[in-house]
């Protein structure tokens, strides 16, 4: 009976052990902060760093896939053996992308946006304006039509070599006539990524270049 109550105690004592084992309480962070954490596909309510507890005993391991807008997406595979885990803390390091670095915001990118021309402003003056923004940027004209009012740049490639290969980004800035009376210019810049050459995908960034040369026109043109 005695032998029967050391048994039993034991395996009391095993299960204790697996179960502190088997669930970590950690906290998940990333370098830089502030990042959106998917945890085997499911987005996190909070951003980095946030507590959360790993339960081995439902799952043998983990994927995190840490997000943060300027930064490549990044995966983490999380085991139960992981030596982060005695720390308390898992660290994901994001690697900055250089695309974003060479790019600006602007409510151009490849969205119409809509100009109404200053009223001292004339139709020969207004595009005129728009040359010289053009040109003081970028000598790769690919057509300009001032009697239909239609402007388009040749695209402006630039390469990236980063941790996850080759990357390559286009830039296009297009402009047209929408009205003569009251005279009123659309413009658009065209930004695309691609990994090969062949397909291109929307990039929600333009060159630094287009983006002044966009705040140039707009600003020029309603006579800021």
Not at 51 to 67: G, N, V
């Amino acid at each position: 009976m005695f032998k029967k109550i050391i048994c039993f105690g034991y395996l009391i004592c095993a299960l204790i052990l697996s179960g502190c084992a088997t669930t970590q309480n950690t906290e998940i962070r990333t370098n830089p902060p502030g990042a959106t954490i998917a945890i085997d596909g499911l987005k996190a309510s909070q951003i980095t760093p946030f507590p959360y507890q790993f339960d081995f005993l439902k799952k043998h391991e983990y994927t995190l896939t840490a997000s943060k807008e300027g930064y490549f997406e990044q995966e983490y595979l999380v085991k139960r053996d992981d030596p982060s885990l005695s720390k308390g803390e898992v660290t994901i390091n994001l690697a900055p992308s250089p695309l974003w670095e060479a790019t600006r915001t602007s409510p151009a990118t490849n969205t119409w946006v809509q100009i109404l021309v200053g009223t001292n402003i004339d139709a020969k003056t207004a595009w005129q304006i728009m040359i010289d923004a053009v040109i003081k940027r970028s000598s790769n004209v690919k057509e300009l039509n001032y009697e239909s009012g239609y402007l388009q740049t040749k695209y402006a490639i630039k390469k990236f070599e980063t941790k996850n290969g080759e990357f390559l980004l286009r830039c296009q800035l297009i402009a047209n006539l929408v009205s003569s009376e009251p005279l009123i210019y659309r413009i658009k810049d065209v930004a695309e990524w691609s990994g090969n050459g062949v397909q291109w995908h929307p990039y929600n960034r333009v060159f630094a270049e287009h983006a002044e040369m966009i705040t140039e026109i707009e600003d020029r043109l309603r006579g800021n």
